[in-house]
């Protein structure tokens, strides 16, 4: 059995063990928008998602450490060292959005960074700042203190973390900003191996962050979504209440979203998506 036992489910994953401390992290086509995974799914979508994210863990091995260990001939599929799990998500934000907005528009603050006064929706904050959450089992993340992941994973580990999860942003957010695309926020995992800390999980692509169009960039509004916008519209046009079931999407949709997919994957890689296909070693080089 190549695929070994199944861990788990999320949404539009799934997880397998393999012998020896591997797991194999196997991306579907799946596609959720407002937290319901929708009946139709995008062609190639987990293709882009696993080598997307294999790219980056190429690229940011100099700035930590992570678990992958190959991508498999079939592009949906990584091997991986299989982690003990931080029991937080270490979310980096550059730009005023998602539960940020109302928390900045009540307090002032967002996790207990003070900002400054008179930011507007998807403003550009001054400083990337770090937001820990925990993982929820079911439903929405849930924001907390510094001072509460310091008491989950302790003061010295959340410091390292941090320092990591801002290091890993400026990068991307740099790099992906010179190729038209802007990460807005994204959301990293990490994991020990012994008494390493390893970067785990999914990282840098359109399902862990948002990514948002540089060109149509106008803050003081919601920015488009890089990748799903079509399949929003789509949805909000249906009139659909957003409880499941989410209605099928028409093939135009489809699409169109899958070119956006592509498009994501070739302008941050620079690597066409067919010789992915053909080669998913190729982001790794
Ligand atoms: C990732 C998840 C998925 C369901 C556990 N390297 C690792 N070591 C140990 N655990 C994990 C990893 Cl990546 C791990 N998840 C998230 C992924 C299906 C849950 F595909 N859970």
Partial sequence: MTDGVHLGSGKVRELYALEGDR?????????????????TGIPDKGRVLTGLAAFWFARTRSICPNHLLAVRPDGRSTECRRLDMLPIECVVRGYLAG?????????????????PAGLAESDRLPEPIFTPATKAQTGHDENIT?????GIVGAERLAEIERLSLAL?????????????????TKFEFGLDGDQLVLGDEALTPDSSRFWPADQYAPGKAQ????????????????WDKTPPGPELPPAVVAGTRARYVEA????TGIPFADYLADPSVVLR
């Fill in 224 to 239: 488009p979504s890089f990748d799903k916008q079509f399949v929003r519209d789509f949805c909000e046009k249906t009139g």
């Fill in 99 to 115: 539960s940020a907005v109302k928390d900045y528009r009540t307090t002032g603050q967002v996790c207990g960074h003070p900002l």
């Fill in 169 to 185: 942003y400026r990068f991307a957010a740099d790099y992906a900003l010179g190729r038209g695309i802007i990460i807005a926020d």
């Fill in 146 to 150: 510094r001072e509460q992941a310091a």
């Fill in 265 to 268: 994957f070739e302008r941050l």
């Fill in 23 to 39: 797991l194999v992290l196997v991306a579907s086509d799946r596609i959720s928008t407002f937290d319901v995974v929708l009946p």
